[in-house]
T-cell receptor
Framework: DTEVTQTPKHLVMGMTNKKSLKCEQHMGHRAMYWYKQKAKKPPELMFVYSYEKLSINESVPSRFSPECPNSSLLNLHLHALQPEDSALYLC????????????FGPGTRLTVL | GNSVTQMEGPVTLSEEAFLTINCTYTATGYPSLFWYVQYPGEGLQLLLKATKADDKGSNKGFEATYRKETTSFHLEKGSVQVSDSAVYFCALRVPSGGSNYKLTFGKGTLLTVNP
């Protein structure tokens, strides 16, 4: 099973709202990732967690706050977003930091009004 | 640095036509190479991969061969179906001495297959 699940599938929020995106995998992977994808573009890496510790932050604004409560879960907390943050947010996982293959979830389509 | 160049789309084919999507790369070190597919409104799915020179990745009738001499990883399928309509991303990852997490993607190629 190579399934990564993400909830919600769609999210609409105002600029003053606080919301969270959730990602889950049960493959025993120890590295998890958040990507942002704008229309007709490839995914852009935002954050990497390895063994539940934040390893990479690709200079993402502080209005995005990641959290890894355990090895199976990854959250992305959203606060005071801008309309330009509207995008597809993808979660991925791999076996570990040296794991070759990243497996992606279906994504959360975020619209910021 | 690392980079991936894939042919610009969109590519439009008739059902049962032969497909080639070109992908070339530049990398420091010895990359692993991937093709991901993204169907409309969905996330990325791993289509196939190759981890060393001359390896051939294959899945669902798609194939790609890791050519170190030409730094290429072209995607091919002998007979496309309407259901193959999607965006295809070529990507690479260079394992380093420590951990290297970053996937480098090409810009993506939109394939449309008409009945």
């Amino acid at each position: 099973d190579t399934e990564v699940t993400q909830t919600p599938k769609h999210l609409v929020m105002g600029m003053t709202n606080k919301k969270s995106l959730k990602c889950e995998q049960h493959m025993g992977h120890r590295a998890m990732y958040w990507y942002k994808q704008k229309a007709k573009k490839p995914p852009e890496l935002m954050f990497v967690y390895s063994y539940e510790k934040l390893s990479i932050n690709e200079s993402v604004p502080s209005r995005f706050s990641p959290e890894c409560p355990n090895s199976s879960l990854l959250n992305l907390h959203l606060h005071a977003l801008q309309p330009e943050d509207s995008a597809l947010y993808l979660c991925a996982s791999s076996q570990d930091g040296r794991g070759d293959t990243q497996y992606f979830g279906p994504g959360t389509r975020l619209t910021v009004l | 640095g690392n980079s991936v160049t894939q042919m610009e789309g969109p590519v439009t084919l008739s059902e049962e036509a032969f497909l080639t999507i070109n992908c070339t790369y530049t990398a420091t070190g010895y990359p692993s190479l991937f093709w991901y597919v993204q169907y409309p409104g969905e996330g990325l799915q791993l289509l196939l991969k190759a981890t060393k020179a001359d390896d051939k990745g294959s899945n669902k009738g798609f194939e790609a061969t890791y050519r170190k001499e030409t730094t290429s990883f072209h995607l091919e399928k002998g007979s496309v179906q309407v259901s193959d309509s999607a965006v295809y991303f070529c990507a690479l990852r260079v394992p380093s001495g420590g951990s290297n997490y970053k996937l480098t993607f090409g810009k993506g190629t939109l394939l449309t297959v008409n009945p």
